[in-house]
């Protein structure tokens, strides 16, 4: 299970492994280690071992078992399982009838040979930036399990960094992908708002959530991707917009990219660590020069409001009757988000607009920005607040206080995994591109790998 999803799907490809064989690996890694980890909240055992059978016959009969032919994966529990009670991290939705069909996203995963081997614990609604779940417990950080895997993604990024399954799926609306990727030191990729599928997840603010990989490798997410891209009809926001394979433009390197350090508001105070890894990853890259990034204080202010506002809508009638069943600290802030005027929303709504078109001007500049995915390393596991440039200020808000004004709009972005020097935790940086260039920031990233400057090797604690 230390091998990346491309290397197993290779190996049953060319009959080197069955497809049983690495199914039967990941159960029974799942099994010793995910005890003390925490990321899952249900292992569909039974219906792997099926699907790893299905494979092996399929290729033995001399069929194409499918580019994933053989990787386990697993999927934040507020993607649809057949048969499993939806959660979305909420004791409440325990009661709920289970789904009879698969998320869009699993379907084509499956269909393209992959194998799902269970649901991975989050934060409740997915209103967290710090892997804890006051229901069913915190995802503990494979590098040490004392601190964060950061959420709310949480489960799925201690599940890929401690090489319970190669490959994970996960929610951003804020920064789910990205802050989990960061603080678990992982690649991760939160795609074009609208690339891919949403159709069978539980929502948290529909105009802001994305579904994305996670995983050990550039290629893995590369191929992840390739296997789900497509348009939906079954998700309104899925954007009909031709979208390239992107494991072919893995090997094109960063020739003619232009590629700046976010300035300005990305360069405000934080943790040493997270400047550091942006300055390691730009003089890789050769870069020197900075570009502002005007409004993004503002930018993150709007975000704030509109997802306090969608989220409250949505959860209102669960306010209003399970209010005792929720994570005090996600209801009071859902109760808070029911409270606000709606002339303050709409400005919000007004201002996403006017800074889309500042990015897109900027993106007719440059190609890429980099900036730090979290001010911090994994803080310690129950940790509330936070010091940045001698303020104390509340943790779980400020995790997200630099992937917050990118998702704010909607563009794509790769978290890539930084190990500075003698560093005994990774930190992430973002590679953030225009509008559907998803291409740029995973060259940016199979570059930075290739030449091993940005890595993800499993946890040392399992």
Not at 38 to 64: H, L, M, P, W
Not at 201 to 221: E, I, K
Not at 227 to 241: K, N, S, W
Request: with cysteine; hydrophobic share 45%.
């Amino acid at each position: 299970m230390s091998l990346t999803a491309a290397e197993i799907a290779a190996a049953v490809r060319a009959g080197k492994r069955s497809a049983r064989d690495v199914t039967e690996a990941a159960l029974t890694r799942i099994a010793a280690h995910d005890p003390k980890l925490n990321a899952f909240t249900a292992v569909t055992a039974e219906r792997a071992r099926a699907k790893a059978a299905a494979i092996d016959a399929q290729r033995v009969s001399g069929g194409d078992p499918g580019p994933l032919a053989g990787v386990p994966f697993a999927v934040k529990n507020l993607f649809d399982i057949a048969g499993i009670p939806t959660l979305a991290g909420s004791s409440i939705n325990r009661s709920h009838p289970p789904p009879a069909s698969d998320a869009t996203l699993i379907a084509r995963l499956e269909a393209a040979g992959a194998i799902l081997v269970g649901a991975l614990n989050m934060g409740e609604y997915a209103y967290d930036f710090t892997g804890e779940n006051s229901h069913y417990g915190a995802s503990r950080n494979p590098h040490d399990l004392s601190r964060m895997s950061g959420g709310s993604s949480g489960g799925s990024g201690t599940a890929a960094a401690a090489g319970l399954v190669p490959l994970t799926l996960g929610s951003d609306t804020n920064g789910s992908i990205r802050v989990p990727s960061s603080l678990c030191g992982l690649f991760g990729l939160k795609p074009t708002y609208g690339r891919l599928s949403r159709a069978g997840t539980f929502p948290f603010v529909g105009s802001l959530d994305h579904l994305g990989p996670m995983a050990r490798s550039t290629a893995d997410l590369a191929l992840a991707y390739d296997a789900m891209r497509g348009h939906d009809p079954l998700d309104p926001a899925c954007a009909d917009v031709p979208a390239m394979p992107l494991l072919p433009e893995l090997e094109k390197g960063i020739e003619g990219l232009r590629v700046v350090k976010a300035a300005g508001y990305f360069q405000q105070p934080a943790h040493p660590e997270a400047h550091a890894a942006v300055d390691a990853v730009a003089n890789a890259l050769g870069v020197t020069e900075t570009v502002d990034v005007p409004g993004a204080a503002e930018a993150r202010a709007a975000a704030y409001l509109i997802t306090m506002s969608e989220g409250a809508a949505l959860h209102l009638n669960r306010l209003r009757t399970d209010h005792h069943h929720f994570d005090p600290d996600v209801r009071d802030r859902l109760i808070a988000g029911a409270m606000i005027p709606g002339a303050w929303v709409n400005r919000a709504q007004t201002y996403r607009r006017r800074f889309q078109a500042r990015m897109a001007a900027l993106f007719g500049e440059v190609d890429v920005l980099l900036a730090p995915a979290t001010p911090c390393p994994a803080p310690l596991i129950g940790q509330k607040r936070l010091t940045l440039g001698g303020r104390d200020l509340p943790l779980r808000p400020n995790l997200g206080l630099f992937t917050q004004p990118i998702s704010f709009v909607g563009l794509p972005v790769v978290s890539v995994p930084v190990w500075l020097p003698d560093a005994k935790l990774p930190i992430g940086v973002q590679i953030i591109c225009a509008a559907w260039r998803e291409d740029i920031a995973m060259r940016i990233s199979a570059w930075l790998e290739g030449r091993g400057l940005v890595r993800a090797p499993v946890g040392e604690t399992t």
